[in-house]
C-alpha cells in the first residue's frame, strides 16, 4: 500500500523559512511526478508547486503567489521530496499536502499544519 508521510510543518513568523519534507513508501518513486498541494480553512485546495519525474526531465512549476519565494526538490534515492519555503507571509497558512501521479494514478498524504502568524 503506497504511503506519503509529511513533516517538516509548525509555526513560523512572517518573514520566515520553513521546509517541509515528504516521504513516498512502496511507490516506483523516480518515474512519479510530485507535487505540494495546500489548503487554507475555508477554500478550496490549490496546487503550490510540481516536479516532473525522471521522464519529464524533473523539470519544475510554481502557482504564481509562491514564485521566487517556495523552491520544490526531490532526491529520488530518498524517495523524498521537498518544499523549502522562505519569506513566509500569513496567506501561505495553510493544511499542505504531498501529491504523487504517475501511470494513471493519484496518491495523497494526511498533511502537515503551516502556521505563519507572529
Known amino acids: 500500500q503506497v504511503q506519503l508521510v509529511e513533516s517538516g510543518g509548525g509555526l513560523v513568523q512572517p518573514g520566515g523559512s520553513l521546509s517541509l519534507s515528504c516521504v513516498a513508501l512502496r511507490l516506483p518513486f523516480d518515474t512519479y511526478t510530485m507535487s505540494w498541494y495546500r489548503q487554507a480553512p475555508g477554500k478550496e485546495r490549490e496546487l503550490v508547486a510540481t516536479i516532473d519525474g525522471v521522464g519529464g526531465g524533473g523539470g519544475t512549476d510554481y502557482a504564481d503567489s509562491v514564485k521566487g519565494r517556495f523552491t520544490i526538490s526531490r532526491d529520488n534515492a530518498k524517495k523524498t521530496v521537498y518544499l523549502q519555503m522562505n519569506s513566509l507571509k500569513p496567506e501561505d497558512t495553510a493544511e499542505y499536502y504531498c501529491?504523487?501521479?504517475?501511470?494513471?494514478?493519484?496518491?495523497w498524504g494526511k498533511g502537515t499544519l503551516v502556521t505563519v502568524s507572529s
Open positions: 501529491h504523487a501521479r504517475g501511470y494513471g494514478m493519484r496518491y
